[in-house]
């Protein structure tokens, strides 16, 4: 019932800038009371949580991307962004957003950064 859909991966070059957008169905009413994480896989790696946002509004970061990506909620429009700026190679990954609500997970979005 729960479902995620991914947008917003692409190409870019060291230094730049990319924001992705996760657009969240079948929570109903309860949008804003759920956590939703973003998390990367690159080549070779496990998964890693590198964003989440909480009910409550709490934030979580790792310290990989602190200080360069933001995670941002618009209940109003069941949507949950990544904004990535000062992006390098070392981010490039495939990135997957996550509501534990149904153990639900989009569809992974490619991010390549290139140096």
């Known amino acids: 019932q729960v479902q995620l859909v991914e947008s917003g991966g692409g190409l870019v070059t060291a230094g730049g800038s990319l924001r992705l957008s996760c657009a969240v169905s079948g929570t109903g009413s309860t949008f804003s009371t759920h956590a939703i994480g973003w998390f990367r896989q690159a080549p070779g790696k496990e998964l890693l949580l590198i964003a989440r946002v909480y009910g409550g509004g709490k934030i979580f970061y790792d310290d990989s991307v602190k200080g360069r990506f933001t995670i941002s909620r618009d209940n109003a429009k069941n949507t949950v962004y990544l904004q990535m700026n000062s992006l390098k190679p070392q981010d490039t990954a495939v990135y997957y957003c996550?509501?534990?609500?149904?153990?639900?997970w989009g569809q992974g979005t490619q991010v390549t950064v290139s140096s």
């Open positions: 996550h509501i534990p609500f149904g153990n639900a």
